[in-house]
């Protein structure tokens, strides 16, 4: 008797973004699985596109992995085109119609986009798997954890908090979310970004 | 060289490479998955001197709340604004699609952009995907012909209505016109009787929440009020908030600084004669 296959919950993700004051943080788990076998706890779903920007990919692991190739792709030839890094704005829409593109046949994935804008504005949003944006002021969450990452980040989320207290508020929302998800975990990789600095650091989480 | 040409920006539209995969997991047992929708209360009604439309703010993935404050009321053209029910990525593909077509189209004749065209343009593209991009509307405006008021279904078949509801909230909404509606009303008495529809929608129907947006259009004129009526304020936020009293136990650590952009103007040389 196999288990229903849900394709989002294939292999297990949970991704947040927070905005502080003229800084964000963007934070995922590192466990990927196989249905309920872990396949490895050093996953990587959070992406650099450049300095100032990062996308995180939950769902399905190798449509993260593929779509993450096909936007390195565009940015590179936009970076060529325009001679510049493109505005998370502007990759925001891009990514939306990449995805709405596959409408009718989509990649299973949730992506989170977080960057700096311009005058180091920061900006955060989610999108569905066919690139509905979701713009949002304080946080995003994406994932098999995210309906307590909801909460987590509802009670914990101030507005305006300093790279520090920024980092350990979304540390420990998503340690506690993900641990009321069996299909995430396994430890946490935080990202946290200021206009003069990319501090990136691996928590210690339960490794159940 | 074949590989390369699909990573390519293509002409635009859908694509369909994925279908095939898609469909082979579905035969195993896959349950496709769930899109964002817009639950939703929007509602427009024509009062003297033009057109005024209302929505909710809230956006839906299953049962979960996705976004508390999300925008319904869609710009089309700049006397012309669509709100959007359904799946939340085909109202806003559609009605940016069709936003941008009327601008070209008013740079090709040089008039302002009549509802009409808008509608045609929607009712057309939504007929020929036969349902499947999910996007229930409701377009508005005044153009030279007057004010005109549509509701848009997603098979592609419109009304035209002095007031119009749609969504999972239309009902609740529509009571509230159907019993105070009447022709001529003045700018506050339709924000006032927009404002209460919406509300009704909010309180009544669990897909709708938030807040109310209104926009009203009149002739040479376009007034977008978001955020016009807060009436589900958060009022449980604890002063002090949370304080984390043990750190978060780090295994690793590493700063990259960012590279200050130095820009280099060379100085230009002159052109050999």
């Known amino acids: ?208 | 060289m074949s590989e390369l040409a699909g990573t390519i920006p293509g002409k635009g539209g859908f694509s369909f490479d994925l279908c095939r995969r898609n469909d082979m997991l579905v035969s195993k047992g896959l349950k496709p998955p769930s899109f964002l929708k817009t639950g939703t209360t929007i509602v427009g009604l024509i009062f003297q001197d033009g057109v005024i439309l209302g929505a909710d703010t809230r956006a839906t993935e299953g049962p979960i709340v996705a976004d508390k404050n999300c925008e319904k009321i869609h710009y089309m053209a700049p006397n012309i604004y669509c709100c959007g029910a359904g799946t939340a990525a085909d109202t806003e593909a559609v009605t940016d699609m069709v936003s941008s077509q009327l601008k070209l189209h008013r740079y090709h004749t040089g008039r302002e952009s009549r509802v009409v065209t808008a509608l045609t343009l929607l009712k057309s593209h939504l007929f020929s995907y036969q349902g499947h991009v999910s996007a229930a509307l409701v377009l508005g405006g005044v153009d030279v012909t007057g004010p005109h008021l549509h509701t848009i279904y997603p098979h592609g078949s419109t009304d035209t209505l002095p007031f119009a509801t749609m969504g999972s909230g239309s009902l609740a909404a529509m009571a509230i016109f159907e019993s105070k509606y009447r022709e001529g009303l003045t700018r506050d008495e339709g924000v006032k009787l927009v404002a209460e529809a919406i509300c009704s929608g909010i309180f009544n129907d669990l897909g709708s929440g938030s807040n109310v947006d209104i926009c009203v259009i009149t002739k040479g004129k376009q007034e977008y009020l978001r955020n016009y009526l807060l009436p589900n304020p958060r009022t449980y936020v604890s002063e002090k908030g949370y304080t984390f009293s043990k750190k978060t136990e780090v295994l690793f650590t590493k700063i990259t600084p960012l590279r200050e952009l130095v820009e280099v103007i060379e100085a230009g040389d002159a052109m050999e004669e």
């Not at chain 1, 829409?93 to 994935?109: C, D, H, Q, T, W």
């Not at chain 1, 311009?118 to 949003?125: G, S």
């Not at chain 1, 995003?140 to 300093?162: H, I, N, Q, R």
């Not at chain 1, 003069?196 to 159940?208: A, N, Q, S």
Request: hydrophobic share 40%.
């Open chain 1, 1 to 208: 008797m196999s288990v229903k296959l849900q394709i989002f919950e294939y292999n297990g993700s949970a991704l947040v973004a927070m905005v502080g004051k003229n800084c964000f943080a963007i934070a995922s788990d590192r466990r990927l699985g196989v249905q309920l076998q872990t396949v490895a706890t050093d996953f990587q779903r959070i992406f650099k596109i450049h300095g100032k920007l990062f996308i995180g990919l939950s769902g399905l692991a190798s449509d993260a992995q593929t779509l993450y190739q096909r936007l390195v792709f565009r940015h590179k030839l936009y970076e060529l085109r325009e001679e510049r890094d493109m505005k998370p704005e502007t990759f925001a829409s891009l990514v939306s119609a990449i995805l709405y593109e596959k409408r009718f046949g989509p990649y299973f994935i949730q992506p989170v986009i977080a960057g700096l804008g311009d005058e180091d504005k920061p900006f955060i949003c989610t999108m569905d798997s066919i690139g509905a944006k979701e713009l949002a002021k304080d946080f995003v969450v994406a994932g098999t954890a995210s309906e307590s990452l909801y909460g987590a980040c509802e009670s914990m989320f101030k507005p305006d908090m300093e790279a520090e207290e920024l980092f350990e508020t979304i540390s420990q929302a998503l340690l506690s979310s993900v641990d009321r998800d069996c299909l995430s975990g396994w430890g946490g990789h935080v990202y946290l970004v200021t206009p003069t600095e990319v501090t990136e650091k691996i928590l210690k989480g339960r490794m159940d």
